[in-house]
């Protein structure tokens, strides 16, 4: 019997929350989790684990769940919904509530992004921040814009005409000690510095 293939690139557990209180109490079926999921296994090279939860629009109940998948070892978290400016939006204060640092580059490039696509993007407000060694990031709610601000603009031709923001998450991720994440380029370049690139052979 063979031994199944070794991957040559790291495994990284990432965490994926979907906050919503009509989806996680079983109104309409949630699409956050699916549409996260469905890009990070185009995107990466490496072979993933996934820590899923849906949960509703509670503070301490984000909070709580992101402090649970940064101790279950997730090198990365994303959260879709619950960035708006609603009165139930509370994603950006719960996960400021855990930060050890900030990151607000990521916040304003995806809403530079998703200019791009509707003049309501001003009223986001998603934040990104770093609790241990991971990396926890607001993402919108609707797939389509969680697609659009991890892998950029592109034009008609494919070239890329502004940078998701998932081209500086590998580096970053580097930087505080995670796992060495690689992306497929026809999804989403990547960008290290020359001295941070690994070659595989």
Not at 5 to 20: A, E, Q, R
Not at 64 to 85: D, N
Not at 143 to 162: C, F, Q
């Amino acid at each position: 019997m063979n031994a199944a293939p070794v991957s040559l690139f790291d495994p990284v557990k990432i965490g994926i929350v979907s906050i919503s209180d009509r989806a996680a109490s079983g109104v309409y079926v949630d699409k956050g989790l699916p549409a996260l999921q469905d890009w990070l296994t185009r995107a990466l090279k490496n072979p993933l684990q996934f820590e899923a939860r849906l949960i509703p629009d509670e503070q301490a109940d984000i909070s709580s769940t992101l402090i649970e998948l940064v101790a279950a070892g997730c090198a990365l978290v994303l959260t879709t919904g619950g960035t708006g400016p609603a009165l139930r939006d509370v994603t950006p204060e719960a996960t400021l509530a855990v930060a050890h640092k900030e990151m607000p580059g990521f916040g304003e490039q995806m809403r530079q992004i998703s200019l791009q696509f509707v003049p309501t993007a001003i009223l986001s407000r998603q934040v990104a921040v770093i609790r241990d060694q991971t990396l926890i990031i607001n993402l919108p709610g609707q797939p389509k814009a969680i697609a659009e601000t991890l892998e950029g603009v592109r034009g008609s031709d494919g070239a890329v005409l502004m940078a998701g923001i998932f081209a500086a998450v590998p580096y970053c991720i580097d930087l505080i000690g995670g796992p060495y994440i690689e992306t497929l380029e026809a999804v989403c370049k990547a960008f290290r510095p020359k001295t941070a690139v690994r070659t595989f052979f």
